[in-house]
């Protein structure tokens, strides 16, 4: 009890002071404030740079995607290996390798409605995601392909496609979704989609440039101009994003709704 | 920027969470989670941020809510505090 008071105090302070440290910001849209006007006599800020350029540089009109995928590519890469690392954990920690019964399963109380073995062959449950999985699938395929001209990109058209394959689990069984996508094809998929994306990167390095300088690929891609150079390089690297979140969506929820072991899940 | 809609979502956002942190029934605090990620989502939506706001319903409504209920699923359903 008395912890949960300090706690509370503690909530209390931590929340007031950044309330406080809020005040200081400029008002929701200002134009007139340093990240949209920039400073007094020091140029033009990023941002006016971002909204003014990036369709001269790069052909592309979603202007977050731009900045995502290309001027801050190297951080976007990284982000992807992170997401792969976090898979590589929870397969670390939770997958149990082998047959073996575990004991902590049955110390469950029986009046747990969700351990009790479901009936898995519900019609409706069935059948509805039978139709909906597909229109998921492509509706992720699209996000992805069409990430760098509306909004979208390889982390969301990752997730969906990832959530198609556990909504596959969760209606049927999960050795049903593991039939299509096993544990080696996902993972090959994960590291896949990281080769993929410094791939780009070092194919700039061969053509002698800096890491992840899309530009310079036109001569590859055939291209008319550096631009439309840094557009194509932007949808392979989406890609390459895409594969790696997919296959780590699905295989961290393979591992935690069965224990790692792979066998009966959720 | 609409002020009334952006209101309304903050209420029902703090209410979500004090809902999900004292709910016993830990299906219960997750699906709410789920409805807190949501809600979160329509406000980047209403404040123009589209980009952010298609991750937060992918991943904080969708993927994460799932990913909660199939680690209750493994473990106790009742929580202890």
């Known amino acids: 009890m008395l912890s949960k008071v300090f706690a509370t105090i503690a909530v209390v302070i931590t929340g007031g002071l950044l309330l406080y440290g809020v005040m200081d910001f400029p008002a929701f849209g200002d134009p007139h404030s340093p990240p949209n006007a920039g400073v007094k006599g020091g140029g033009e800020s990023i941002s006016q740079y971002f909204i003014t350029q990036t369709y001269r540089d790069t052909k592309v009109p979603n202007i977050v995607t731009a900045v995502l995928a290309d001027y801050r590519g190297y951080d976007t890469m990284f982000e992807t290996v992170v997401i792969f690392a976090a898979g590589m954990a929870i397969f670390a920690i939770l997958r149990v390798v082998g047959d073996n019964n575990d004991p902590t399963k049955k110390e469950l109380s029986s009046d747990d409605a969700l351990s009790q073995k479901g009936d898995h062959n519900r019609i409706i449950i069935g059948t509805t995601c039978r139709i909906i999985i597909p229109i998921v699938q492509l509706f992720g395929l699209y996000v992805v392909a069409h990430g760098h001209h509306s909004p979208g990109g390889g982390f969301q058209g990752g997730v969906l496609l990832g959530s198609s394959f556990i909504l596959l689990a969760l209606s049927q069984n999960l050795n049903a979704a593991l039939r299509r996508f096993s544990e080696k094809n996902y993972f090959t998929l994960a590291a896949t989609g990281i080769l993929i994306y410094a791939g780009f990167g070092v194919a700039c390095q061969i053509l002698e440039k800096n890491f992840l300088d899309y530009g310079v690929l036109q001569k590859v891609l055939f291209t008319d101009g550096p631009e439309m150079a840094r557009s194509h390089s932007m949808l392979g690297v989406e890609v390459g994003v895409a594969f790696t979140v997919t296959a780590i969506m699905f295989s961290i929820y393979a591992n935690l709704s069965s224990r790692g072991t792979l066998k009966d899940g959720l | ?81």
Request: glycine share 6%; proline share 0%.
């Open chain 2, 1 to 81: 920027m609409i002020l009334a809609f952006d209101i309304i979502i903050l209420i029902f956002m703090v209410v979500a969470a004090i809902i999900a942190l004292n709910v016993k029934d830990l299906l219960s605090a997750a699906m709410i989670y789920g409805i807190y990620g949501f809600l979160i989502c329509l406000l980047w939506a209403e404040m123009g941020a589209v980009d952010v706001a298609f991750t937060e319903a992918s991943v904080g409504a969708g993927v994460s809510a799932v990913l909660f209920i199939a680690t209750v699923y493994n473990t106790k359903r009742k929580s202890s505090d």
